[in-house]
């Protein structure tokens, strides 16, 4: 079954605006712990390197913990909720999807998560592959069987 069954005219989210998307990310997350690091007494030192993590010790790992958790919790909770995306695709204009062009559920989004793992194995093979796949989806996409549309231009049958 494919997306196109369900959605006229879609448009997916290509290459370069997802990896737009995945930058503005990656700068919200580090924004967001090292604030979370300085509201739980951390230096600006302590929560960089927490955030980097580099050289984290032991007396910093109940911290690491955390912000690993807080990550997680990013990119699976935020896919699943109303926004239907992380805060940088929602900046970009994008969401993801279910085959019938729905909100995934928690359960989806954790296996899409999951899944980006191994689209990072071999030298991000699974994320070039949205570059040449017609519907422009990575192998996590086609392992959780998800699309990545941009919302704009978006409209179910």
Known sequence: MSIRQHVLHPEFGGFWSRFIASFLDFIILSILLLGLGKLIGLTTAEAMEVVSGLNVGMDLAQEQSLFYIVTIAYYIILPATPLRATLGKWVMRLQIVNVQGNRISLLRSIGRYLASFVSSVILFA???????????????????????????????K
């Open 126 to 156: 699974g994320f070039l592959l949205i570059i040449f796949h017609p519907e422009k989806r990575g192998l996590h996409d086609l392992m959780a069987n998800t699309y990545v549309m941009k919302r704009d231009h978006f409209i179910k």
